[in-house]
């Protein structure tokens, strides 16, 4: 009962954290350029817990183990094998990779976002070449160019409601 609890907690957490970054501004990061990144206290926030947990995932497989209950490895091994591998892409969102910036010219930012890759594509798409924009079933916002080309965003970047809305003003422009 407690581990739900926890969980829930967490949600909730994140949840707010995600619901203030819709409504903060873009970062002005030069002449008419802007920026949009995930927070810091987000990407600290899931770090941490995803430590937590992958650590609880070692320490049952570790017992399990000691006491022989071979039943109990598998659901540790999965838990470890599956938020292990998560925390070094999740540390890269620090750094530039996953930042997005746009500007007159077009859009720079990932091709994709939580992928495995040490270092993710990027790309930079000019306005007159986007044709689509859309979201994944995992809640990766994204624009795509004629050519299949993508750049990516979540609703956990902080600004992300400023892009959205410039985007759909240069797809759409006056007809809407």
């Known amino acids: 009962m407690e581990q739900v609890i926890g969980m829930l907690v967490t949600a909730l957490i994140t949840g707010g954290i995600a619901w203030l970054f819709s409504r903060t501004r873009a970062n002005q990061v030069g002449h008419g350029r802007k920026m949009i990144r995930m927070g810091p206290l987000l990407v600290t ?3 941490f817990f995803s430590f937590l947990i992958f650590c609880f995932g070692v320490f049952v497989t570790a017992t399990s183990i000691r006491e022989r209950d071979f039943l109990q490895v598998l659901p540790g091994l999965a838990i470890t094998l599956m938020f292990g591998p998560m925390l070094p892409v999740m540390i890269q969102a620090y750094t530039d ?3 997005v910036t746009w500007d007159d010219y077009g859009i720079t930012g990932p091709s994709t976002l939580y992928s495995f890759e040490i270092r993710s594509k990027r790309h930079t798409l000019r ?14 916002h994204y624009v ?3 050519d299949g080309k993508r750049v990516c965003w979540s609703a956990y970047y902080a600004g992300y409601a400023e892009l959205e809305d410039e985007i759909v003003q ?3 422009g006056d007809e809407f």
């Open 127 to 140: 306005w007159e070449d986007l044709v689509d924009m859309g979201e994944t079933i995992l809640q990766t």
């Open 45 to 47: 926030t899931l770090i």
């Open 97 to 99: 990779v996953y930042d």
């Open 144 to 146: 795509e160019s004629h």
């Open 170 to 172: 240069r797809l759409i």
